[in-house]
């Protein structure tokens, strides 16, 4: 799969100012619900949610009604590369393809990203939908608990960011429709073993004072950066692995 950038220059570089704000410790644009992530033990699982399992390289089906329940993030959302904070460009993304032996369980499609720092040292993509649809996926946020998702690296332990929610598409250039309410990130330190990373939406209770999660405009996003992992990123190439994201 190429590399796709909806967003044009100024907004490249309003998402990326987000996406370091919030790897530094800051907050990006929407509602921040608060972290409630876990590393777990034990495959995910959505029936019938399969897609990818053969190789084959499956753009979302635009025709696919919304869903109502538990999902897999690429029936309907695609990665979308920020690249290096500087070139959009500096990143490889590869879908059924080179991906690292599957999690046992995992469903969807399986991600390979291989990024080049350059002068940066930052990098980072995320889940949106196709241009084909809407800038937003209509779903049912009191009926989800949480997103769940496989994650490893190639190299040396490396520290990654990772954000449900947090776009704003008003930022973008030219604007899209997209905008969540839901903003919540976690950290944590990948290594070559595949780990299951969990992290909460906001509980049917907390959505009732912040207000119901109806849309979702990204469904995932990472990052990294020379404060998260203060090692040589610039030395080669750095490749993330990550499988299996569910909404559940």
């Not at 399986?110 to 940066?120: P, W």
């Not at 990098?123 to 937003?136: F, I, K, M």
Request: glycine residues 12%; charged residues 15%; contains cysteine.
């Amino acid at each position: 799969m190429g590399f796709r950038q909806p967003l044009g220059c100024r907004g490249f570089l309003v998402a990326v100012s987000a996406l370091l704000a919030a790897a530094c410790g800051g907050r990006s644009a929407g509602l921040d619900a608060g972290s409630g992530a876990s590393g777990t033990s034990g495959a995910g699982g959505l029936a019938g949610a399969a897609a990818g399992a053969s190789g084959a390289v499956a753009e979302p089906d635009p025709s696919l009604p919304p869903p109502t329940g538990p999902f897999a993030v690429s029936d309907y959302f695609e990665p979308v590369g920020l690249g290096d904070g500087a070139d959009p460009n500096n990143l490889e993304i590869d879908v059924n393809r080179s991906c690292k032996a599957r999690p046992p369980g995992a469903v969807g499609d399986c991600y390979r990203f291989i990024a080049g720092y350059a002068a940066e040292l930052w990098t980072g993509a995320w889940w949106l939908l196709p241009s084909a649809r809407h800038e937003a996926l209509p779903i049912a946020g009191s009926a989800l608990r949480r997103v769940t998702f496989w994650a490893a690296v190639e190299h040396a332990p490396q520290k990654y960011s990772f954000t449900i929610g947090g776009f704003d598409g008003a930022l973008s250039d030219p604007p899209t429709l997209g905008r969540d309410l839901l903003n919540t990130r976690t950290e944590t330190t990948l290594t070559r073993e595949w780990q299951q990373i969990g992290i909460d939406l906001p509980s049917p209770e907390q959505q009732l004072h912040q207000g119901p999660i109806t849309t979702l405009a990204s469904a995932l996003t990472w990052s990294t950066n020379a404060q998260l992992s203060p090692t040589d990123l610039g030395d080669s190439p750095q490749t993330l692995y990550i499988d299996g994201i569910v909404y559940e």
